[in-house]
């Protein structure tokens, strides 16, 4: 089974589970610096994406912008990745996979349990042809003392043989899947692969979940409080993973673990039975005519001996290993059949040694693109200044689903994955839509330093499946904000703050968001800005965030720099943009 695919982290929910939506997220680096504000305070540079209204809000010596932006971010909750690095789950699984070994291997269970049974099947010879040698010793005819004594003397080289390969292959198969030498001691390979890997399934990765998401922008942007118009090209992907582990897989593996100790012990009992049986049969063999010795040999054929626990005849205890089946106490399944390693995929027919894992890696995303040419107007209305804005937009959007099994199955399919090569276009669906944003801001104030703004994107929800059914929706999103902001002053102070309406369904395994932002921004002499800010789900708890920003601007230039940190463990999320533009 192939476990590369555990270094990335995920496993998959059903695919009944509920549609998913894409985020309320830009990565603006002015915005992200500022907890994520925007709708009533993004600068001209990502005034799209946030608000199309505030294009016709600015001062008016804002005649003209042009910009790139970019960011990404990440959150591994979980600490799967750093759980992965250190317990290695690839090598552990080849360990397991080397010790388990297919039908023809020598180093391994399969090849000791393969040697238990050709070594018995020597010693089920040697026991009948000892059987009949000794009751022509018995049956009185002398005629048939010598060749019985011959026949005697040639069995007990074939018993000696095969019983030494026997008990050679029981000593192999208990160094590798006994139990601890001592109560509580150090466990045997096979045993620390199992309940290693189990453990590591079941108490760190099992419901697991990274997500992951970026941006890429570019807008120019003219704006003015009769009619403002702005480009907007926005693409932005987000998507989380999820490992899944099936309960059947881990009772798997500890029912293998159970049933090849089940066979050590009894391997080890029956070894030293043969073992005994033996050294009666070569005392026997160097004097065939002794009764007391015939008598000795005679425990064990009729099944007089105890010392295996009551096995009964020397037969039996060589039978009883040879044709051993033991049922797994969790799964039921057959793990040892006729004293081999079963069929551990009840699915399939034949004997298939390793077990067919059902865990799964379940990898989703959604990736969505925008066209948009933006239009704004001021109005006034009751004596009040109201700006409206509309971005009407082309939309691509790229599903993407991929789910394999741990033992490096499609599990559509049953074909084995290639990881080195596997090809986007196999597990993503692409789509074309027409869609609209709207938003309204409104100053008011002394100088008009205060603004609320209000904005309502993707107006045409629509759904999108993946190609195993899962849908992604695209949903309309309402967000609102208000800001405050004084050019008067030397350091220029803005502080903004904006809050979901609506709560926003999570792409795939992250939890629903319902943001509420706060920022603030110092503007020293219009040349260097220092951003902070603070962000909280309300729809979900352990999401609190902090960030921070920096911005130099240089004449008509702008760059800068934004980045954010969950407050209570940066791996649970963290964030960071840049920005690059011009601005006159």
Request: net charge negative; hydrophobic share 40%; proline share 3%.
């Amino acid at each position: 089974m192939n476990n590369k695919i555990l270094l990335s982290a995920a496993i998959s929910a059903a695919i009944s589970a509920p549609a998913f939506a894409v985020p309320f997220q830009v990565l603006d680096a002015r915005t992200m610096g500022m907890g994520g504000t925007g709708v009533a305070s993004a600068p001209l540079s990502s005034v799209v994406p946030y608000n199309p209204a505030l294009m016709a809000t600015y001062r008016s010596d804002d005649h003209f912008s042009l910009n790139l932006r970019g960011g990404l971010y990440v959150g591994d909750s979980d600490d799967v990745l750093d759980a992965t690095d250190e317990f290695e789950p690839d090598v552990k699984a080849d360990e397991l996979n080397a010790l388990i070994g297919e039908s023809g291997c020598v180093d391994c269970v399969i090849g000791d349990l393969d040697d238990l049974t050709s070594s018995g099947a020597d010693l089920a010879t040697a026991i009948t042809d000892i059987t009949q040698a000794i009751a022509d010793l018995q049956d009185g005819n002398g005629a048939n003392d010598v060749a019985a004594a011959n026949q005697l003397n040639t069995s007990r080289t074939l018993l000696n043989n095969s019983s030494q390969a026997f008990d050679d292959a029981a000593v192999a198969l208990n160094a590798k899947a006994g139990a601890p030498d001592t109560p509580g001691g150090e466990r045997k390979p096979l045993q620390q692969s199992v309940f290693g890997l189990t453990d590591y399934l079941d108490n760190t990765v099992s419901n697991s979940r990274i997500k992951f998401g970026g941006g890429l922008g570019f807008q120019i942007a003219v704006p003015s409080k009769t009619f403002s118009f702005a480009l907007s090209l926005d693409s932005s992907i987000s998507g989380s993973g999820m490992v899944e582990v099936s309960q059947d897989d881990t009772n798997l593996l500890e029912d293998i673990a159970d049933a090849t100790g089940v066979m050590v012990t009894d391997s080890l009992a029956a070894s030293t039975d043969i073992t005994g049986f033996a050294a009666a049969v070569d005392a026997l063999a160097d004097d065939p005519n002794n009764a007391t010795l015939q008598a000795a040999v005679n425990v064990y054929i009729n099944g007089d001996d105890s010392t295996a626990g009551g096995a009964g005849s020397i037969e039996e205890t060589v039978t009883n290993i040879t044709g051993k089946t033991i049922t797994g106490t969790q799964t039921g399944i057959d793990i040892i059949e006729n004293g081999a390693l079963g069929d551990l995929d009840p699915d399939t027919a034949g004997v298939q040694e390793e077990p067919n894992l059902k865990s799964t890696i379940h990898l989703y995303g959604a990736a969505v693109s925008d066209i948009g040419i933006a239009i704004a107007r001021e109005f006034e209305i009751k004596g009040k200044k109201v700006s409206f804005g509309i971005t009407p937009k082309i939309q691509k959007i790229n599903v993407f689903e991929f789910i394999a099994e741990v033992d490096g199955q499609d599990p559509a399919t049953g074909q084995d994955i290639d990881f080195d090569n596997v090809e986007f276009d196999d597990y993503h669906k692409e789509y074309s839509a027409f869609n609209i944003d709207f938003g309204a801001a409104h100053r008011f104030g002394f100088s008009d330093r205060w603004q609320t703004g209000v904005v309502v994107k993707n107006l045409l929800g629509k759904s999108y499946k993946s190609t195993y059914g899962r849908k992604v929706d695209i949903e309309p999103q309402m967000r609102a904000g208000v800001s405050y902001e004084n050019i008067d002053w030397w350091l220029k102070p803005k502080f903004a703050a904006d809050l979901d309406i609506t709560e926003n369904k999570p792409t795939a395994f992250e939890d629903p968001t319902r943001f509420l932002a706060l920022g603030a921004e110092l503007d020293l002499f219009r040349t260097l800005q220092v951003r902070a800010g603070y962000r909280t789900n309300l729809s979900a708890g352990g999401q609190d965030i902090v960030s921070v920003g920096l911005g130099f601007s240089p004449l008509a230039i702008h760059m800068d720099l934004g980045a954010y940190m969950n407050t209570s463990d940066v791996k649970k999320e963290a964030g960071v943009a840049f920005e690059l533009g011009v601005e006159f």
